[in-house]
């Protein structure tokens, strides 16, 4: 476990954070989250909180949290897409200038740097072990399922798109292509060192993964996934697709919002954290509580209780392995969002939200 996290893991990460970003009210008191690489929490900021917390036990996640957040302040929109490799013709030359001129915590600016060289200043979105994962399985993915695979992503009306799926698109490839997929050994080494969550969804992984992409192809855009435009291409290619932090209108609230936020990264244990925080709105957990020990998973709710405001808001995901939180005193209101959930973009997440009833909260 401890192996992976000490590597960056995530760069453009595997979550829609357009999903929060509809759940969390505008101008909460204080949004408390997982910081992971920064790209669920900068969308965030476009909802104009007046405190934000965000906290990772990782190093090098803290230090691409801190990045992002420096390109948000001190650059404009163009040279963040320029520089994160949003845009593919940005040259080798142009990244090196926009990161000359970053103002960054010394220590991240020299793990940012090595990075970026060892890898010969390529895309930083690319960087992650989870999109490289993503860039292997999108160079097989192409033996299996090649160009009609690929031609699904000419749509952009969904009766279409579904009419090729159920009639031209290489489904019996594209199952064989699933089975790797859905091998939990195979994800484990690829990405997750031994540290992948068991699956306790009672279901074998290749169902669940048939599900979601079945879910996918038939109910959204694809080019608008930047997760299936990683997964058959190994790049984005299709803008309509990037992630939330790239509209240009979220970008520039979030800008805006980031000059009156008061804005605090934080390494550590997102609980130890929590306990040195009061009247917390919103909390974005991710998958942490899958990565815990189950009787600590059960507890997350009540652990951060100290924590929370009134009516405070907690949206956790799970994967292949959910936790069922004890949830005295909170209310499970994820049926509220289910709108917002079936929009998101990946669909790898079982997702629920909490909304606190009866607060615990003692003065500091």
């Known amino acids: 476990m401890a192996d992976y996290f000490e590597r960056l893991n995530y760069a453009l990460g595997d979550e829609d954070t357009a999903l929060e970003y509809t759940i969390l009210p505008e101008q909460s008191r204080h949004v408390l989250g997982v910081a992971g690489c920064g790209g669920r929490l900068l969308p965030l900021l476009a909802r104009h909180p007046a405190r934000m917390t965000c906290a990772d036990i990782s190093a090098p996640q803290l230090a691409f949290t801190r990045l992002r957040l420096a390109l948000l302040e001190q650059t404009d929109r163009q040279s963040f897409m320029d520089f994160m490799g949003y845009w593919p013709e940005t040259s080798v030359a142009r990244r090196k200038s926009i990161f000359r001129l970053l103002d960054l915590p010394p220590l991240d600016r020299r793990w940012l740097a090595d990075l970026f060289h060892s890898r010969h200043w390529q895309a930083p979105i690319y960087q992650g072990a989870f999109e490289q994962t993503l860039q292997r399985l999108a160079k097989i993915n192409g033996l299996f399922t090649g160009k009609a695979g690929r031609a699904i992503f000419q749509f952009r009306d969904l009766g279409e798109q579904s009419a090729y799926y159920q009639s031209r698109f290489p489904l019996k490839r594209w199952k064989a292509v699933i089975a790797l997929l859905g091998n939990a050994a195979v994800l484990n080494s690829l990405l997750y060192k031994g540290a992948f969550p068991r699956n306790n969804l009672g279901i074998s992984s290749r169902e669940v993964y048939l599900d979601i992409f079945h879910t996918l192809f038939t109910t959204q855009v694809v080019r608008e996934s930047f997760f299936l435009q990683m997964l058959f291409f190994g790049?984005?290619?299709?803008?309509?697709?990037?992630?939330?932090?790239?509209?240009?209108?979220?970008?520039?609230?979030?800008?805006?919002?980031?000059?009156?936020?008061?804005?605090?990264?934080?390494?550590?244990?997102i609980f130890d954290c929590a306990s040195r925080c009061r009247d917390v709105d919103f909390v974005s957990f991710s998958d942490v509580p899958s990565f815990l020990p189950a009787e600590v998973g059960m507890d997350v709710l009540q652990r951060l209780r100290p924590a929370l405001?009134?009516?405070?808001?907690?949206?956790?995901?799970?994967?292949?392995?959910?936790?069922?939180?004890?949830?005295?005193?909170?209310?499970?209101?994820?049926?509220?969002?289910?709108?917002?959930?079936?929009?998101?973009?990946?669909?790898?997440?079982?997702?629920?939200?909490?909304?606190?009833?009866?607060?615990v909260q003692v003065s500091r």
């Open 235 to 269: 790049e984005l290619r299709y803008p309509q697709g990037f992630p939330l932090e790239c509209n240009p209108q979220v970008f520039q609230l979030a800008r805006k919002a980031q000059q009156q936020c008061r804005l605090t990264v934080v390494q550590g244990d």
């Open 309 to 359: 405001g009134e009516d405070a808001l907690t949206v956790i995901r799970g994967h292949l392995h959910v936790v069922r939180p004890d949830s005295t005193g909170f209310c499970d209101v994820t049926a509220k969002f289910q709108e917002a959930i079936a929009r998101e973009k990946t669909q790898l997440w079982r997702v629920q939200v909490y909304r606190q009833t009866s607060s």
